[in-house]
């Protein structure tokens, strides 16, 4: 796709369609090149094509298509986990109900959404897979490795490959309590003149902001790690997100050192490690160093763990815990753009805009109602990661790298 398009047109299958803008894409241009778009799939199509929105609502959009499903969320994340399946669901109901019926997934903003929808399509696809369905899980996997797959943030790969895992059988959904005690950032991003940071951390649940830490600042040179204290520790339970930001040092403005997204389903023990590959913004990032990484630290209960005073801080680390300022209290859902401060709500679909009533069904565990396959080839692979407690961890639950 070249560099300053306008508007992308894939027929990705027979059957499914990608149709993409560019997010720098003016008003003018996006409304005339939708209308030849609308035109051209109700020429080919008549009433047979279903779009599915991965961007924000639009009016515009809904008035010129018959049947629309807004599926949205915000550009450069990840979606929730039963979002991904309702969005499999309605794929398969809508093709299966009729052989002349197509899907158009439209997309303003980063591709990564497409990317994340047509891979988790091909592992739902697969559990039952018939010889026309082989052919159209290879044309969905060239698409995918060529023109999207580098586009993907590591959280949407890492809630692709969960979904895999799920669907597959070989990762049993973990529905354990978790409490979230520790984030310790090995390595120090050099955000400042002098080469150390200001972090602090916004904890999500689901869409919720649930937490605010203090803000860290590193005194001395010699300084490798940091270890913010979640005090108290957090419950957490479905789609997690943790976005850690730098405050600039006299300044009302802040920068985004890394965001990361997880479905606590997919944890098993009580310690993660991301690598720098593994954490969205900052694998691309030359501040965050490349041997740096975050590690998490769970427990089942809200007690302190015991043991834990060997991961506080040296004097080296001083706390501000002050968070009345605006700047750290800032965190609307409203307000998440690529590198921080957003791009809108993430719409969930909307119950008046499904073509026809009790066509889709609701159920978001897909993966309960479907036979495990095996041998599966996915589109994305990963290498074990590493537990706190030792040991490998399995790859479809926590990815080291992409």
Known sequence: MEEGYELDLTYITERIIAVSFPADCSEETYLHNLQDVTRMLKS??????????????RYDLTKLNPKIMDVGWPDLHAPPLDKVCTICKAMESWLNSDPQRVVVIHCKGG???????ISSYMHFTSVSTSADQALDRFAMKKFFDDKVSALMQPSQKRYVQFLSGLLSGS??????????HHVILHGIPSFDAGGACRPFLKLYQATQPVYTSGIYSVESENQNRICIAIEPAQLLKGDVMLKCYHKKYRSATRDVIFRLQFHTGAIQGYGLVFGKEDLDSANKDDRFPDNGKVELVFSGTPEKIQGCELLQNDHGVVVDHNTSDPLIRWDSYENMSSDGEGEGDAPGPSPSLWPSAGLFPRDPCLFCTREPRTGHSSPVEASPGQSREGGSRPSTCWPRSF
Do not use: C, P, Q
Not at 44 to 57: A, D, M, Q, T
Not at 111 to 117: K, Y
Not at 171 to 180: G, P, Q
């Open 171 to 180: 990762v049993k959904m973990n529905t354990a309590s978790l409490f979230l």
């Open 111 to 117: 591709r990564g959404r497409i990317g994340v929808v």
């Open 44 to 57: 080919k199509h008549g009433n047979n094509y279903l779009v599915l929105n991965l961007s924000e609502k």
